[in-house]
Structures are given as C-alpha cells and as structure tokens.
C-alpha cells in the first residue's frame, strides 16, 4: 500500500502569499515608528527588507528563479548586517553590555539570543549559496540550512519574548517587537521559497526520468 504524503504549508502560494503580506504591513508599522524616532539607519533597514522581500515573491510568482534566488540571497545579507549592526555596533561599541547585564535574567537572555541571531545568519547565507550555486548541489547543506533555520525561528522568538521584559520606553518595545514580527515572517517566507525550489527540483527529476523511459521504449 502507498503512503499518503501531506503536502507541507511551505508548499502553499497562499500560505507565501499571506506572509508577503506580513512583511509589508509589519514593516510599514516599524517604518513609521522609525520615522517618528528620526532614526535614519533603521529607515534604510526596514525600507530595504520591504523592497527585497517584496520583489523576491513576485520573482518567484512569475517563474524568475535565478533572480528570486539571488533576491534570497540579499535578504540574508540584510539580516546579517541588520544583526551585526545591532551586536557589533548598539551592544559592544556603545558598551550597553552592562545595561543588558544589570537588566537580570531578561537581558541576559537578550543579548544571548541577537549573537546566536547573527551567527546563525551567517550559517545560513552561507549554505544557501551553497546550495544554490554548487555544481551538483549538497543534501547534508540543505538538511543543515532547514536546521539553522528552525533554530534561528526559535532565536527570533526567543529576542521577541525578552525585548517585551526590558525597562525599554514604550514606544521602543513597539518598534523592536514589530521588526521581529517582520523577521519572523520573513525567515519563513524564505524557508517557504526553499520548500518551493527543493520541490521543483524534485518535479523536474521526475519529468526527466519519465522522458527517458519514453525514449527507451520509442
């Protein structure tokens, strides 16, 4: 007997749709936030993953992979030096390490999670060139870009949790807890367009195959 196989929710346009969706009204909120805060860096940021995100779904809704893969790629980068901004440049550089510190267990954690953030960025917009530019490609790369992803879904809520238990001002709270949202939905937008690749691959595998037996019998 056959196995039915669920399609997975990663598979589902609609399900990309609606987190498209997300990212657009999430970083609209952070936009205006960010500009009422007249913070200029913060503007570029959010205005860079609105654009990005936005073009890499409708590259991909019109069959452009090549350019909704390098798009991919560009989202990660901007992640990566959205995370290392905040790391290497607000944390160490401003030497609020203390402040997180004093915060107690909540800003511990804080600072824990947006290193782990930034690392884990970094392994995966590392795998996905990998994956997406090697000649024959690399499965173990691909099982370890899904299980850096996971992780950093699990990191990114964890920085979302603690951020709500810090003596921020109010209006602070609001703009990081929104632009974690957008990450949030960003990074599954990204492993939903994975998903997408790693199931046309497979389609286009099968096809092939079935050409060559047409062949074979002809």
């Known amino acids: 007997m056959e196995k039915k196989q669920r399609e997975s929710i990663f598979l ?3 399900f990309m749709a609606a987190l498209c969706a997300a990212v657009v009204v999430t970083g609209l909120v952070s936009l205006v936030l960010c500009l009422r805060q007249r913070d200029s860096f913060l503007v570029f940021e959010v205005l860079t993953k609105l654009i990005t995100a936005s073009a890499m779904f409708l590259a991909f809704k019109f069959f452009k992979w090549d350019v909704a893969k390098g798009l ?3 989202v990660l980068f ?3 030096y959205q995370e ?3 790391v290497l440049s607000v944390l160490w550089a401003e030497e609020s390490f203390d402040a997180y510190l004093v915060a107690g267990v909540q800003g511990s954690l804080y600072l824990a999670a947006a290193g782990m953030a930034f690392l884990m960025t970094v392994i995966i917009t590392i795998n996905h060139f990998f994956i997406n530019y090697a000649t024959h490609g690399n499965p173990k790369n691909v099982i370890l870009n899904r299980m850096a992803i996971l992780f950093k879904f699990a990191v990114y809520v964890l920085l ?3 951020n709500s238990q810090l003596g ?3 209006e602070i709270l609001w703009r990081n807890a929104v632009q974690y949202l ?3 939905a960003l990074l599954l937008l990204l492993a939903a367009m994975e998903s997408q690749f790693d199931s046309f691959n497979a389609l286009r595998q099968e096809l092939l195959q079935l050409k060559r037996k047409k062949g074979g019998r002809k």
Request: proline letters at 0%; one cysteine or more; a negative charge.
């Open 12 to 14: 589902s346009e609609r």
């Open 160 to 162: 979302f949790v603690s």
């Open 78 to 80: 901007c992640l990566m």
């Open 168 to 170: 921020f001002a109010a």
């Open 182 to 184: 957008t990450d949030i």
């Open 72 to 74: 991919m790629g560009g």
């Open 84 to 86: 290392a901004h905040l």
